[in-house]
Nanobody, 122 residues
Framework: QVQLVESGGGLVQPGGSLKLSCAVSGRTSSSNRMGWFRQAPGKEREFVARISWSSSYTYYAESVKGRFTISRDNVKNTVYLQMSSLKPEDTAVYYC???????????????WGQGTQVTVSS
């Protein structure tokens, strides 16, 4: 079992920044890749970013490329999502998840956190 706990969400004005954290515990493995997803009301859960175990590989959705940065600290067992130049359309519940394969499909992620709300509004 793997437990994931997100934190860092909140209310931010358009153009602002926010940094999300995802604390990982339990049966972690060097094969675990980590991803961030988001889900807005009435919409399907969508891929945001993912990172390999060694941090040598990152991949982003086009909608966040250049504005969001995913990173991880394997000593602290924590994954981060630095979000900048936030837009109202970034408003959603953000989830972190873990998978063993290089994928952007939510169904292929094994464990999920409970999510943290990000609201971008003036």
């Amino acid at each position: 079992q793997v437990q994931l706990v997100e934190s860092g969400g909140g209310l931010v004005q358009p153009g602002g920044s926010l940094k999300l954290s995802c604390a990982v515990s339990g049966r972690t493995s060097s094969s675990n890749r980590m991803g961030w997803f988001r889900q807005a009301p009435g919409k399907e859960r969508e891929f945001v970013a993912r990172i390999s175990w060694s941090s040598s590989y990152t991949y982003y959705a086009e909608s966040v490329k250049g504005r969001f940065t995913i990173s991880r600290d394997n000593v602290k067992n924590t994954v981060y999502l630095q979000m900048s130049s936030l837009k109202p359309e970034d408003t959603a519940v953000y989830y972190c998840a873990t998978t063993t394969g290089p994928t952007v499909h939510p169904a292929l992620y094994d464990y999920w956190g409970q999510g943290t709300q990000v609201t971008v509004s003036s």
